[in-house]
């Protein structure tokens, strides 16, 4: 019985071996859940940003880069119910923590992602 297990475990063991061997190091994405989806379907298109948002960023102070690298980097949370996923064209509020602003507003059109507003109150753009 004993012999048996131990044979069991060397041919796990040599079938792993050859699995990371013909497989390699791959980069795989579990996402799942309707947040990573859309979340990984809106980094993978065009971004665009539109000029009020373009304003916002300035009255924070941020660039178009600095924003792409947070939009791209860092952990999001889209808030559904106060999205607008009916139609064609889809409009998503999403929530980022430890940033200068809160939420932001991306527009989901045409293979394009394009930046809305960015939620910062005191703000004059218009």
Do not use: W
Not at 10 to 36: E, K, Q
Not at 38 to 44: A, N
Not at 68 to 89: E, N, P, R
Request: with cysteine; proline share 2%; glycine share 6%.
């Amino acid at each position: 019985m004993l012999r048996r297990f131990f044979l069991y475990l060397i041919g796990v063991g040599l079938g792993i071996i050859v699995s990371m061997f013909f497989f390699g190091d791959r980069d795989l994405d579990f996402s799942y859940l309707p947040n990573a989806r859309t979340v990984k379907h809106l980094r993978s298109q065009e971004f665009r940003i539109s000029d009020q948002a373009l304003c916002q960023l300035n009255c924070i102070g941020l660039t178009e880069s600095s924003f792409q690298k947070i939009f791209k980097d860092t952990d999001l949370d889209v808030d559904f119910s106060a999205s607008d996923v009916d139609g064609q064209c889809r409009t998503y509020f999403i929530e980022v923590a430890n940033e200068k602003f809160s939420k932001f507003n991306v527009d989901d059109c045409d293979s394009i992602s394009t930046l809305l507003s960015v939620g910062v109150p005191d703000c004059e753009c218009m």
